[in-house]
């Protein structure tokens, strides 16, 4: 057998078990992966947050008091009334 059909073969193969293993978890849990921090309760629930966010909230530590800073990855922006 030639090297580039067993590579193909094997690619085929690879794509075909994470394909399957995807279905099974749609299947057996009803709703897909929660990969996503916004919409994961329990890395929420443990206090991980997107990258975005922590970094601007980093930064808002350093602003003055009277700046604001919206949050642009999430319902809940500390400047709600900021007029920008």
């Known amino acids: 057998m030639p090297?580039?059909?067993i590579l193909v073969l094997a690619t085929?193969?690879?794509a075909a078990l994470f394909v399957l293993g995807m279905s099974l978890t749609l299947i057996?849990?009803?709703?897909?992966i929660r990969s996503e921090v916004?919409?994961?309760?329990?890395?929420?629930r443990l206090?991980?947050?997107c990258a975005v966010r922590e970094s601007l909230?980093?930064?808002k530590q350093f602003r003055p008091a009277d700046d604001c800073l919206p949050f642009?990855?999430?319902p809940s922006s500390d400047c709600s009334s900021c007029e920008r």
């Open 3 to 5: 090297t580039y059909l």
């Open 72 to 74: 642009p990855c999430g």
């Open 47 to 49: 206090g991980i947050k």
């Open 12 to 14: 085929v193969a690879a």
């Open 38 to 44: 916004a919409d994961n309760p329990h890395m929420r």
């Open 57 to 59: 909230e980093e930064e």
């Open 28 to 32: 057996i849990k009803g709703h897909h």
